[in-house]
């Protein structure tokens, strides 16, 4: 019997507990677009911006913070490897304070380091809006970003190239020749 006093105590505790901070963070009313970014053919060494849309459909203010974060691996999608380095990504500002039934603006870049090992590659990370709460739930929205890299640069031919040296070779050949002829004609 006591036991099961105990039990209700605690299935009480875990009610009060949970159930407010459960409503009290589903309130919060936001959006987020895009939904997915897709960057194709970036290459190393270079860097590209896209923005994020946040819209506060809430009656009071909120603040919003942004953050990187790895999907599991049954979550990505197929043929997508886990993004490298979070660090490759920046926010125009870590959060933003948007007024009731306001929208704004965030711009995001990705900026792959210049090596040769990063050509080729197709990645994926996810990119978190939160609206900051003192509430133990918080809602969090994602939003996919694949990333793509161009392949390796191939060795191209480039003829203006040959036809120059050739050119410098012919004239360095045909000078010796004329040195050399008038060299031995003067003796």
Known sequence: MVGHIKLA????????????????????NFGVSPAEVRINDLPPGEATEFELT???????AHVFTFATFQPPEEERREGRAEFPDDS???????????????Q????????IPQEQ???GEHWETWLGVAAESSDLLAIRLYVRLL???NPAAEARFNAGL??????GIVL????SYYYFRRKTKSE
């Open 9 to 28: 105590g605690l299935i009480a505790i875990f009610l009060v507990v949970f159930f407010p901070s459960l409503t009290l963070a589903q309130d919060v």
């Open 54 to 60: 946040i819209r506060n459909k809430d009656e009071i």
């Open 88 to 102: 490759w990504i920046s926010f125009s500002s870590p959060g933003i304070e948007l007024a009731a039934n306001s």
């Open 104 to 111: 704004a603006n965030v711009t995001v870049t990705v900026a």
């Open 117 to 119: 090992k990063w050509a």
């Open 147 to 149: 990333v793509s890299t």
């Open 162 to 167: 040959v036809a120059g040296i050739v050119v």
């Open 172 to 175: 360095l050949g045909y000078g």
